[in-house]
C-alpha cells in the first residue's frame, strides 16, 4: 500500500520490464508471496501475456525450520548479529523443531515462513542477555543459546 502523496512507480517499472522482455533472449525472474505476485501479474495483460512459466513453493515445515535455524547458527559470519554464539546441545533439529509446532500458530507460519528463524534467533539471543547475572563468569554460558532461550524467543513475536 502506498502512501497518499506517494509516487507508485510499479506501472512505470512493468512497463520497462516488458520492454526488455521483448528485446530477445532474456530470462526475467521475479519472485514474492502468491497472492501479491497474482496481482502484479494481472495487473496488466501485456504483461500476463508475457510470463509464461510459474514456480510455486511451498512454505517451510517446522523441521525446514529447524535445519534452517542449525545452518544459521552453525555458518555464521563475522558480522552478523550472533556471531560467536551458539545453541546449547540440548537444541537439537528435533527438540527446535518440536518447539516451533507447539509454541507457534498456523497464522505465524504463513504469516512469516523462513523469517520467522531470523525474528526467533534475535529474541532468544536478546532473552540470553536478560536471562543472565552480572556474577556469571563463565564466557561459555554468555555465548550459549538455551531451548529455553529459544522457546522465549518465540513467545515474543507475535
Same mark, same amino acid.
Given at each position: ?9 510499479? #506501472?512505470? =517499472?512493468?512497463? @520497462?520490464?516488458?520492454?526488455?522482455? +521483448?528485446? %530477445?533472449? $532474456?530470462?526475467?525472474?521475479? !519472485? %514474492? ?8 501479474? /494481472?495487473?496488466? @495483460? ?5 510470463? /509464461?512459466? #510459474?514456480?510455486? #513453493? +511451498? ?6 525450520? =529447524?535445519?534452517?535455524?542449525? &545452518? ?6 563475522? %558480522?552478523? *548479529? ?16 518440536? &518447539? ?9 507460519? @504463513?504469516?512469516?515462513? !523462513?523469517?520467522? $528463524? ?11 542477555? &536478560?536471562?543472565?547475572?552480572? +556474577?556469571? $563468569?563463565?564466557? +561459555? @554460558?554468555?555465548? /550459549?543459546? /538455551? *531451548? ?11
Amino acid at each position: 500500500m502506498k502512501k497518499s502523496d506517494d509516487k507508485d512507480y510499479g #506501472f512505470e =517499472a512493468l512497463e @520497462e520490464i516488458m520492454s526488455v522482455m +521483448d528485446n %530477445g533472449k $532474456v530470462v526475467v525472474i521475479i !519472485a %514474492g508471496y502468491s497472492e501479491p505476485m497474482k496481482r502484479v501479474i /494481472t495487473s496488466n @495483460e501485456g504483461f500476463c501475456r508475457r510470463v /509464461t512459466k #510459474f514456480f510455486t #513453493f +511451498d512454505d517451510f515445515m517446522t523441521e525446514d525450520l =529447524a535445519k534452517i535455524l542449525h &545452518l544459521k547458527m552453525n555458518n555464521q559470519t563475522e %558480522g552478523s *548479529l550472533l556471531y560467536g554464539f551458539k545453541l546449547d546441545p540440548s537444541c537439537t533439529i528435533e527438540s527446535v523443531e518440536n &518447539l516451533i509446532k507447539t509454541v507457534t500458530s498456523d497464522k505465524q507460519m @504463513e504469516k512469516m515462513n !523462513a523469517g520467522l $528463524v531470523d525474528r526467533l534467533l534475535v529474541n532468544a539471543r536478546e532473552n540470553l542477555d &536478560l536471562r543472565l547475572s552480572f +556474577d556469571c $563468569v563463565d564466557t +561459555d @554460558e554468555f555465548l /550459549t543459546i /538455551t *531451548l529455553e532461550d529459544l522457546k522465549n524467543g518465540l513467545r515474543l513475536i507475535s
